[in-house]
């Protein structure tokens, strides 16, 4: 974590911040790291390695994170095992650019009916949130 504090210290700096960031590396300048900057790195690595809806819950949890509203809805979009594994593939196949997801999912032994089945659970959720955050318009029941 202090590898990512430091370039988050650096970054913070505003100017020269990937020198900066090269001579706390090089000079070992961990003393630089303050609380602030800890806090944001960890909480990068866990929205990195967990995604946002972490995030949500735990700003729901605590009683931070803004508006009533928001908190209802992080707290009522909860995701299975198999669609958080499919938002992860979805994730590293666009930070790797890797054109179908899948691909990553079928080295996990997941067969192509399996993949879609939870996609499309995981985007009918995606949909339910969305509606519920326009406040339900355009609805046709």
Not at 71 to 88: C, G, H, L, P, R
Request: glycine content about 8%.
């Amino acid at each position: 974590m202090g590898f990512v504090a430091l370039a988050q210290r650096a970054r913070m700096s505003g100017r020269k911040s990937g020198a900066l960031f090269f001579w706390l590396l090089r000079e070992k300048k961990t003393q630089f790291i303050t609380h602030a900057t800890e806090e944001e790195a960890g909480r990068m690595i866990k929205e990195h390695l967990y995604g946002k809806q972490i995030r949500e819950r735990q700003a729901q949890q605590w009683g931070s994170g803004g508006n009533g509203q928001q908190n209802t809805q992080a707290q009522s979009t909860e995701y299975t095992k198999d669609e958080q594994f499919v938002i992860a593939c979805m994730r590293v196949a666009k930070k790797h650019r890797i054109a179908d997801p899948f691909k990553l999912a079928r080295e996990d032994g997941w067969t192509r009916d399996q993949w879609n089945t939870v996609l499309t659970s995981y985007e009918a959720k995606q949909f339910e949130q969305l509606q519920r955050s326009r406040g339900g318009e355009n609805t046709d029941e």
